[in-house]
């Protein structure tokens, strides 16, 4: 059975900083791997989807990893800002449509 | 697009009601998944459809919960009779199958049972 791991549960920082999330999963025969957003009582953002063929993934001052043989993921944040403050996902895909997600990183970023 | 959209927002009701939620998925998207998240266990997929028909409903907790998708722009999950710990935020979401499979999520609704 699949199991997705992040490390650590929660991150406070200072404004300004780049910073890496973690995600670690146990099966390395995954299809895809997702990056997602999800603020208090709203629902998820996709941020950044790497395919299986792929190493990384980069969107503005987001860029996602992929090491499927070691069975990491990481998420590096850029120049953090007070509004990346959030929980952030990281979901691999079992196949090539179920998703299994991790407990997420709560995220502050401090002014 | 205006997104997956989910409605109710917010359900509270009392233990023994019945709960329907709605799904609409983002039109041209031919798969939809319903999600449950709780603090205790984060999120976990509970059905999921292709083309309208169910094909894994083996995280549906038990019979109380039942699932339809009568078209390709419309899904329910029905909780009946609802139990308090039923409460948790239900999300929708849909994906093409056709493309990178990218997932994308509703805002949820929050169901309290009483």
């Known amino acids: 059975k699949q199991e997705v791991t992040q490390i650590p549960a929660a991150l406070s920082v200072p404004e300004g900083e780049n910073l890496v999330l973690n995600c670690s999963f146990t099966?390395?025969?995954?299809?895809?791997l997702q990056w997602f957003r999800q603020d208090p009582g709203k629902g998820l953002t996709s941020l950044l989807l790497?395919?299986?063929?792929?190493r990384e993934q980069t969107s503005g001052r987001l860029n996602a990893s992929l090491d499927k043989s070691s069975g990491r993921s990481t998420l590096y944040i850029a120049a953090s800002q007070p509004g990346d403050s959030a929980t952030y996902l990281c979901?691999?895909?079992?196949?090539?449509?179920?998703?299994?997600f991790g407990q997420g990183t709560r995220l502050t970023i401090n002014p | 697009d205006a997104g997956v959209i989910q409605s109710p927002r917010h359900e509270v009701t009392e233990m023994g009601q019945e709960v329907t939620l709605r799904c609409k998925p983002i039109?041209?998207?031919?798969?939809l998944f319903w999600y449950r998240q709780t603090m205790m266990r984060g999120l976990e997929l509970l059905i999921y459809f292709n083309n309208n028909v169910p094909i894994d409903d083996s995280g549906m907790p038990e019979d109380r919960f039942s699932a339809k998708m009568p078209n390709a722009s419309f899904s329910t999950l029905k909780i009946q009779p609802s139990e308090p710990r039923d409460s948790a935020v239900y999300f929708c979401?849909?994906?093409?199958?056709?493309?990178?499979?990218?997932?994308?999520f509703g805002e949820g609704s929050r169901l309290t049972v009483l």
């Open positions: 099966d390395s025969a995954i299809y895809n």
């Open positions: 979401a849909s994906s093409s199958s056709g493309t990178t499979g990218e997932l994308f």
């Open positions: 790497i395919q299986s063929s792929q």
């Open positions: 039109s041209g998207h031919n798969s």
């Open positions: 979901a691999v895909y079992q196949g090539a449509q179920k998703l299994v």
